[in-house]
């Protein structure tokens, strides 16, 4: 027979342990801020040509990088995981096509609420480096850094990358999912 | 009393030594997002008889040849202007089309010459 202590304490223990990992659930939230388009290597004035063996690139800096804010209380550990193909493909024909497609991302946890100001300090991963971890940091009080309207500070993940070489494929439209999970 | 400690430390640091927390991490968002391009063909004119339709130059696009490392000449006119024009095309480049935006004829072609124009 247990002593009753033992067992208070271990079920205080065990119901303390959910309640924070609860909270934690409840309060991380996420979103797309540039609305649901995906990511797309199309610009005016700069067609994808078949066969002109030319890469394209879409930089962090560049308005069609997707940008994923991440809101979570301060010291909040996160894992975000990307899963993608290496190629985008034309299912519109027999056999199907592809191009070579590398995905890049990057992150800040700076304490920074304001997109642009946070991606400036954004860290790189490894191209193609499919998980990683970090830390919600404290806000951080610095000029142009807008206050938290509630207790979370966020954190943004970029992604974006690099479509090509075009080789001589089929025109037409092609196209490949990214899947985007954040844990916590 | 010992062991009472023993166990809520031994609770206490398998919170800690998780990183993602007590247990297993569970996922908050999964989204999938999709990553496209068009790509479009390539028109590869080699004589004067293969270039389009005037109205199937919108003025936009570009025309470049690959593969030399000299400059070409292509002589080329308009019905427009009866003077015949030089066009000087840089190898491995392209040239925007709005640079020649009456060009309604290639006139002479350099042999074994290939160029290439794409239309929007």
Sequence with gaps: MKHPAFLLVTWLAVLLSYLDLHAQGGSVQTRLMNAYR???????????????QQSYNIQILDPRTLVLEIAAPPRTPLMVQIQS?????????????????????????????????????????????????????????????????????????????????????TPGFYTNPINIQVWY | MRTLLLCYGALFFAQIGNPLGAQSPSPGV?????????????????????????????????????GGEANITLLWGAKSDSKTKALSLRPNCWHNLLEFPSMDSLIRNPVNVTIQMEIE
């Excluded at chain 1, 995906?38 to 002109?52: A, H, R, T």
């Excluded at chain 2, 999709?34 to 025309?63: H, K, M, T």
């Design chain 2, 30 to 66: 999964q989204g999938t997002l999709n990553v496209s391009a068009q790509v479009r063909s390539l028109r590869q004119f080699y004589w004067v008889r293969e270039l389009p339709r005037r109205d199937e130059v919108p003025g936009q696009g570009r025309i470049g040849y690959f």
């Design chain 1, 85 to 169: 193909v290496q190629q985008l493909w034309n299912h519109a024909v027999s056999p199907a096509e592809s191009i070579p497609f590398a995905w890049e991302a990057a992150f800040c946890n700076a304490g920074i609420n304001d997109e642009r100001m946070a991606r400036r300090q954004a860290i790189p991963l490894d191209v193609n480096q499919n998980q990683f971890q970090f830390e919600m940091n404290d806000y951080q009080s610095i000029p142009g850094n807008p206050e938290p309207i509630d207790d979370r500070v966020k954190a943004y993940l970029y992604v974006y990358g690099r479509l090509g070489p075009v080789g001589l494929v």
């Design chain 1, 38 to 52: 995906g990511l797309i290597f199309d610009q005016p004035g700069q067609p994808i040509v078949s066969g002109n």
